[in-house]
């Protein structure tokens, strides 16, 4: 027992002399100076502090500009900028919950701020919580700060608020929705001629595409922003464009290429300590070798991206490095690949939860409601600035406007004659094409009631019924269209043909301005005239091509074809000579001869 005992004692001594040593040896953990400073700010804020904060921020050449404060600067407004740009700082650093934490105490204190301040903190809010898979916070926070850009007028603040939308849209899943917004982005960034944020709009809508799996498109859009961002000069976003590039390669399949790129980004990210720009070149990475078959090194880069996500605390990255390497090990070592996938679906659950998709449904009705009251503020100032115009302005308009009507009632007149003139004619071509159908069903009706009565002869079996004379339900259909669709057919005639003039037509321009997608006005158009959406408006286009030949012999054919959305002179004569069974000229000078 007191053997037992002094070997206890030994041990224990033993044990306090090897911290000792290692504590000794070890270096003392140093807080951050920002950590510092702002700790020094918390509890004594007062202009003292505030001016410390700053300093840092402009000798580490943080800001564009230097924060100036005057003995007379009210104590929330130096709070305020101190917890935005303490926000700002934590967000570059990769700490996404001390950056919200400091943005929503500065959001407090903003209520008598200007403006732009506003929307610049809920714009970093949001992409604090959309780095942490908050999306429906996210979305919040990214409504508010749209509707200030938009009130705002700046083509190049509602370019930045859209984009940010979108990758959150794409972040949480939803890549249909973030398209449209990144769309709208690029025509608000080239508005705005801001080069830089074009590059940024570019790469997010090739991550877009990518998603939606339209590959040659997201390829186009990532040229655009390397080329975009090679003339900035930027190394860093330059290194990020390249990674997104990379994506796009692995998609296509073409690894070798996006090996290269990511060979050189990789290296670029850890020295400079991007820490969500190296996961997501690691994810890229392993895939790349893993499609070379190289699976032990795709392994290798997957676990260093998971562990990077979750040092971090980005669970939608670390989502996909668990479901690829599930994927690489399913067949040889199927219980760690089970080990992964029970991972893979724990972030996928915690990701696209109920309440995140009530939150994006929310945002895009109210999105779509904002879009809306918007045109009636511009329509409302279009109204106001008429109102405005001096009593001779007035009677001048009144006479525009009146000879206007008589010129707009005539021109209405003829379009009207045109309209009807069209849908006679297709009216005819479907009745026609009814027609044949009704021939070819009957002939088929016929063939194979005469093969069953030679087999019944042969067989000597009782006669089956007959199948139903499907013919004259076709013949029935094809005759008959009701009031609604009428309308319908009349509101398309019109919208392509105010969309002729001097363009291309396509379904999707067609779908867009009747309000409806591509896929509905196709299956509508189908259902009413038995063609697809892109024959019958080619219809329609060679329908008023032939009433302009005739009514309008002064008019060179070339620019007929152009006033009909015929995309050159060459489309337009093949696509007439197909269709009415004579090129543009020889009808005009046969049928104007007529």
């Known amino acids: 027992m007191i053997i037992n005992h002094h070997i206890k004692r030994l041990f224990a001594a033993l044990a306090l002399v ?5 504590a000794m040896t070890a270096e003392p953990k140093m807080a951050e100076p920002v950590d510092t400073l702002l700790d020094q700010f918390d509890r004594r804020p007062c202009l003292a502090t505030a001016r410390e904060f700053f300093a840092y921020m402009d000798q580490e050449q943080f800001m564009d500009e230097p924060v100036v404060f005057t003995a007379s600067t009210p104590l929330d407004t130096m709070k ?32 008598y701020a200007d403006e732009k301040s506003i929307s610049d903190n809920l714009a970093m809010l949001g992409l604090a919580y959309m780095r942490q898979s908050k999306y429906d916070e996210a979305l919040r926070y990214m409504h508010r700060c749209y509707q200030l850009d938009s009130r705002s007028g700046d083509p190049d603040r509602i370019s930045s ?4 939308i979108a990758g959150t849209l794409l972040s949480a899943g939803n890549p249909e929705e973030a398209e449209g917004y990144i769309l709208r982005a690029i025509t608000y960034a080239k ?3 801001n080069p830089s944020r074009m590059a940024v709009i570019y790469g997010m809508a090739s991550e877009i595409e990518n998603r939606l799996e339209h590959i040659e498109l997201a390829l186009s859009y990532a040229d655009s922003a390397c080329m975009v961002e090679a003339a900035t000069g930027n190394q860093r976003k330059m290194a990020v464009r390249n990674a997104q590039k990379a994506s796009i390669l692995v998609a296509l399949r073409r690894y070798d290429e996006a090996e290269s ?11 400079s300590g991007d820490q969500l720009s190296l996961a997501i070149a690691l994810n890229k990475r392993g895939q790349a070798a893993s499609g070379m078959g190289r699976q032990d090194r795709a392994v290798e880069y997957l676990t260093e991206a998971i562990d990077i996500c979750r040092r971090i605390g980005n669970p939608y990255n670390e989502a996909f490095a668990q479901r690829a390497i599930y994927e690489i090990l399913y067949k040889s070592n199927p219980e760690a690949a089970r080990v992964h996938l029970e991972r893979y679906h724990q972030l996928k659950d915690s990701l696209y939860s109920h309440a995140t998709a009530e939150q994006l449904a929310r ?15 511009n329509l409302t100032r279009r109204n106001h600035r008429l109102v405005g115009t001096g009593v001779v302005a007035g009677v001048v308009i009144l006479i525009v406007i009146a000879l206007g009507l008589v010129w707009f009632r005539r021109r209405q007149s003829k ?12 009216s005819k071509a479907r009745r026609t094409s009814a027609s044949v159908q009704v021939i070819k069903l009957h002939q088929a009706e016929q063939q194979v009631v005469g093969q069953a009565k030679k087999q019944q002869a042969e067989l000597q079996t009782e006669h089956k019924p007959a199948p139903d004379n499907a013919a004259e339900s076709v013949a029935e259909t094809a005759e008959y269209l009701s009031r609604e669709d009428k309308q319908f057919l009349r509101k398309l005639i019109m919208s392509v043909i105010s969309m002729m003039d001097h363009q291309t037509v396509t379904v999707t321009q067609v779908a867009e301005n009747m ?7 196709n299956r509508r158009i189908q259902y009413l005239t038995g063609e697809g959406a892109k024959r019958y408006i080619t219809r329609i286009q060679l329908e008023q091509a032939r009433i302009m030949l005739l009514q309008n012999c002064d008019i060179p054919i070339v620019e007929i074809g152009n006033c009909c959305g015929f995309e050159d002179h060459s489309s337009f004569t093949r696509t007439f000579t197909q269709n009415v069974g004579m090129s543009p000229s020889d009808y005009r000078m046969t049928r104007g001869n007529g």
């Open 515 to 521: 309000c409806m997608s591509s896929k509905t006005l």
């Open 80 to 111: 305020a900028l101190v917890w935005y740009w303490a926000g700002e700082w934590y967000y570059a650093e990769q700490d996404y919950p001390r950056a919200q934490m400091n943005l929503l105490r500065a959001l407090e204190l903003m209520e």
């Open 191 to 193: 508005d705005a001629d």
């Open 363 to 377: 945002f895009n009705a109210e999105f779509g409601r904002d879009e809306l009251e918007k045109e009636k503020e």
């Open 18 to 22: 090897v911290g000792v040593a290692i």
């Open 261 to 271: 790129i990511l060979n050189e980004v990789v290296p670029y990210f850890r020295n």
């Open 161 to 164: 608020s859209l984009n940010t």
């Open 415 to 426: 379009a009207n004659e045109r309209i009807n003139n069209i849908m006679e004619e297709l």
